[in-house]
Every structure is written in C-alpha cells, then in structure tokens.
C-alpha cells in the first residue's frame, strides 16, 4: 500500500489502526497532537512532504460530544480547520485520503437505518464539524474515502470500561434510554478499513458490527455477560447530564460495504461477547 500516515495515533481508533497496520508489515508512520498540530497548515505542509505518504488514514478529531458543545471555536478547529489543511495537502501529493466520520451527522428523524445517500442535517456542533469536515474531504481530495463508524468499543476507555467501573465499585450506571444506535467492534472493524484502503473504491460508506440497541440495553447485555448483579437505571440523556442534542436514532445501515465487499460484521452482541471474555 506504500508509505502510510495514521493521525490521532494517541487516540481509540488511531492507535488500534497504527498496531494493525503494522501487524500486516505495512511502511507506517503515526502522528499525534503532541508531534503536529493540524489545524497549523505550514507545520502540516512541512511534515507531508517530508513523508510523502501515498495513503493518510485520518482518525484525529475532537470526538467529545458535550465538549464540543462547549468549546466550539475548540471543536472546529481541530475537526474542521485540521481536517481542510491535512486535505489540501493530501490533493498536492496526490495521496488516498481515508477519513473517519459519525453517525451524529443525521438529526435522528428517520425510522429506519441511514443510508449513505440520506441527507445529513446534524444536531449537535460535534455533528455539524464532521459533516463540515466530510464536504471538506469531499470537494478538496479526488481519491478518498470517508468511513462513518458509531459506538466504537474494544479499546481502553470505552462504553464498556464506564460500565465496568461503575459495576466494580457497586454503583448502579444511568445508561441513556432515548438514543438508538449501532455498537462497532473495532477489531472486527479494522480488517474492513484496511479491504476498503486497499481498493479502488470512493464516497462514503458506513461501518459498524450488526444490530442496534440503546445504550441501556448495551449496558445490561455488558453487566450479563460479566455475571454481575448490578442493575442499570434507565434514564434519558437530559437525566445524565447530556448538554449536546443526540439523534433519537441513528442506526447506519451498512449494506453498501456488503454488497462491494461480500463482507457481513457479525452482530455487536456476539463481538461483545468475545471482547469482555477476553478482557474479563
């Protein structure tokens, strides 16, 4: 696949797509915040062309909901400014840009799974950043993919280490009732990522693992598994705390990567179940 750049390698996803890239021998290089600033254009110039990378998988973003909420100028500049630079530079190089992007672009109003062809109209500044950053990506680079993923688990940090933790000091967790959404294995997502990178294909597509829940089901199905007596309290995102709207529902269909891929991801209940196994 040539010389490789991952940003957000300090990041879930970045630094998991940096372990595997080199675990199938690829030529990578992974950068992060502390190394290069993204939203500096000169310092991202600099640093492009030094390289060169023939592919960039971009997975640096400011993915805090709420924070985003409350930091704007914060927000867009490290998902819209960084992503608009590291793009400009990509075009001159003439490199495959693969970009990472939410299902929080759609406001939720849909009563089935997105498609890659809905139109998107966010609710939250987390939402309207990386669908800003996704028409940047889209009108700047011939050669690119963007990748729409939710839910993300199976690194540290996660829904299901919150879970955890509240279970090992014997709290019973809020867990939000009144958003729908698709859990996404990141182990089982990577092989995906990297089949979608080494093809010719272009445009958006959707990745996660099969199914839907809110994330109180998700919670409870984490807490059988572990065989825990914990019982979780079903509560509305207002009732957490949440400051960002989220979409009543934003379950992505994936049906697009199955038929160009003949590829199906198992169902997120059975990918949980073999992450907490494994983790304990």
């Known amino acids: 696949m040539g010389s490789i750049l991952v940003t957000g390698a300090r990041g879930r996803l970045g630094s998991a797509l940096y372990d595997f890239l080199v675990s199938r021998g690829e030529e990578v290089r992974a950068i992060s ?20 990378p023939d592919l960039i ?26 992503t608009r630079n590291l793009a400009e530079v990509a075009a001159a190089l003439n490199a495959r840009f693969i970009h990472f992007s939410t299902d929080y672009v759609f406001d939720g ?16 500044v987390y939402g309207k950043t990386k669908l800003e950053a996704e028409r940047a990506v889209s009108l700047l680079v011939r050669d690119h993919v963007i990748i ?22 014997g709290r019973s967790p809020k867990l939000a009732t009144d958003h729908q959404g698709s859990p996404g294995y990141i182990p089982d997502l990577l092989p995906a990522i990297y089949e979608i990178a080494q093809s010719s294909a272009c445009g958006i597509f959707h990745l996660t ?3 839907s829940c809110n994330r109180f089901e ?14 979780p309290i079903p509560s509305t995102g207002a009732e957490i705390g ?3 709207t989220r979409p009543r529902q934003s379950v992505l269909s994936c049906a697009k990567f199955e038929q160009a891929f003949g590829r199906t991801p198992r169902p997120w209940q059975e990918a949980l179940r073999a992450y907490l196994k494994n983790t304990g």
């Open 33 to 52: 915040r502390n190394e290069l600033d993204l939203s500096e254009k000169a310092g991202v110039s600099k640093c492009l062309a030094a390289l060169p």
């Open 57 to 82: 998988f971009h997975t640096a973003a400011m993915t805090d909901v709420d924070e985003c909420e409350r930091d704007p100028t914060r927000a867009r500049r490290d998902n819209v400014e960084a």
């Open 109 to 124: 109003h849909k009563s089935s799974p997105y498609t890659e062809t809905d139109t998107p109209t966010p609710l939250s």
């Open 148 to 169: 729409r993923m939710a839910w993300l688990f199976g690194v540290e940090r996660d829904f299901c280490s919150f879970v955890k933790g509240e279970i090992a000091q």
């Open 209 to 211: 693992n099969r199914g």
């Open 218 to 231: 998700m919670g409870q199905e984490i807490i059988r598994i572990l065989g825990s007596r914990v019982k």
């Open 242 to 244: 949440f400051i960002a």
